[in-house]
């Protein structure tokens, strides 16, 4: 189908397409979403995913940045596109959601999609501080990945992108995936994971300054959170400490071994203590 169109996946717009219908089946099952749910795809592809959420009974907008991509899977779906929104963009600019995606969020209850591996950090980063956060997600993403997103407090993978999946969803993972399931097949094993919105969310404003934290906090692994928010700001180690409040936290320890509860604690401390903040009505 895409090769008689002259169109193969594009290894800068992270393109593994999965192949397997029984895994794309299960997929839309995990996700238990009643029909006539509405689901936001992103990175859609040539549409294999999308026909069984449409088959599922589900109304879909898909998010796509590529225009071969799209012109193929419009065709191919065009028998059961009813329930279909196509939306030919990109899904994040810089840091931040496209401009077509961010309008579209607060419609959708959930997210159902495999990932473009190359953006799945950062674009689930800005989904997990939106203030449309979808209640559900099942979302396909490299092996390493999901271990990042589940991670706890004191290993390596526990960061920034692991502390805001922890304040805003729940997490397990329900498979993995072997390269062999995909085309092209990547190099590493994949994993299908679930994510379900916490009931009791910070709010946007508290998220972007817990967020703006974390890349000061874990801007050094190897160095003490003190000396790693110290060298990231600029700010002396002891302005650094009147900042957060010396009984917030034991001076040593390392952004790693902090859990979500300290490290919003110290990122409200650190944001309600900037210049000028304290002059504000």
Sequence with gaps: ??????ISPRRRHGQNFLLDENLLASIVRDAELSPGSSVLEIGPG???????????????????????????AQRVLAPVAEQLTWIEADALVGRRLG????????????LVANLPYNISGPLLAALFTHRDLPERMVVLVQKEMAERLLAEPGGRQWGSLSVLRAVTMKGRTLRRVPPGAFWPAP?????VIRLD???DLPSPEALDGLQRFLALAFHNRRKTL?????????????RVLERLGASNFQQKIRA????????CALAHSWAVSAPGERDRP
Excluded at 48 to 71: P, Q, Y
Excluded at 99 to 109: K, R
């Design 197 to 199: 919105r916490l009931s």
């Design 226 to 238: 003190l000396n790693s928010v110290s060298e990231a700001s600029g700010e002396r180690p002891g």
């Design 46 to 72: 040539p549409g294999l995913l999308t026909r069984h959420l449409l088959s599922a009974g589900h109304r879909v907008i898909a998010v796509e940045i590529d225009a071969g991509m799209s012109r193929v």
């Design 187 to 191: 190099k590493v094993d994949s994993a």
């Design 99 to 110: 401009a077509e995606l961010d309008a579209q969020l607060g419609s959708v209850s959930a």
């Design 1 to 6: 189908m895409l090769s008689a169109e002259g």
């Design 256 to 263: 790693e071994a902090a859990n979500a509860v300290q490290l």
